[in-house]
């Protein structure tokens, strides 16, 4: 199995919702990313997870939250969104946090639409 | 800081012509290279990576090339087909436990 799956693939939420990402690899990667990326755009890095630890967190509004339960599986927790966090929000998973020999693979996205 | 380009920002030829995809970056202290593949709305394929040792990598009709001295990667795509219009990202990792640093990509059309 090398690929990442992502759950769901649209997500339409009010602001006042609380919803969830799921991401999961089975490939033993011990890294795990969460990445948003607006239209026309790069990916832009949220947070990291080395060994099922939060490594990184690029400076990301309170009101997403990410939670490593095991080391094939990642969430992202939405809740009080704003119309701006509209965009595809994509995970990805390498071998080591270094990348290891093939770097980042990254799952389909969910594209969340907040009204 | 790391500042990653990829010039032209899009590009269309013919089938069966070969594709030159550039990406530069600043600083060249780093430690790989990717070469993704993204087609609309969906998430990002991995083409190549290039560790800062290596010269180039090939895989099928791609071949990726790194010269750290100058601060470049070169993609070539050969005997282009529709089915290779996408946008391509490059990415640099500055070092072993930095985050990649993405260009804006190259969007390319391929017409039949």
């Known amino acids: 199995d090398t690929e990442v799956t992502q759950t769901p693939k649209h997500l339409v939420m009010g602001m006042t919702n609380k919803k969830s990402l799921k991401c999961e690899q089975h490939?033993?990667?011990?890294?795990m990313y969460w990445y948003k990326q607006k239209a026309k755009k790069p990916p832009e890095l949220m947070f990291v997870?080395?060994?099922?630890?939060?490594?990184i967190n690029e400076s990301v509004p309170s009101r997403f939250s990410p939670e490593c339960p095991n080391s094939s599986l990642l969430n992202l927790h939405l809740h009080a969104l704003q119309p701006e966090d509209s965009a595809l929000y994509l995970c990805a998973s390498s071998q080591e946090p270094t990348g290891g020999r093939k770097g980042q693979f990254f799952g389909p996205g969910t594209r969340l639409t907040v009204l | 800081k790391q500042e990653v380009t990829q010039i032209p920002a899009a590009l269309s030829v013919p089938e069966g012509e070969n594709l030159v995809l550039n990406c530069s970056f600043t600083?060249?202290?780093?430690?790989?290279l990717q070469w993704f593949r993204q087609d609309p709305g969906k998430g990002l394929t991995s083409l190549l990576l290039i560790q800062s040792s290596q010269r180039e990598q090939t895989s099928g009709r791609l071949n990726a090339s790194l010269d750290k001295s100058s601060g470049r990667s070169t993609l070539y795509i050969a005997a282009s087909q529709p089915g290779d219009s996408a946008t391509y990202l490059c990415a640099v990792k500055g070092d072993s436990w930095g985050k990649l640093q993405f260009g804006a990509g190259t969007q390319v059309v391929v017409t039949p």
């Open positions: 997870y080395s060994y099922e630890k939060l490594s």
């Open positions: 600083d060249s202290a780093i430690y790989n």
């Open positions: 490939m033993g990667h011990r890294a």
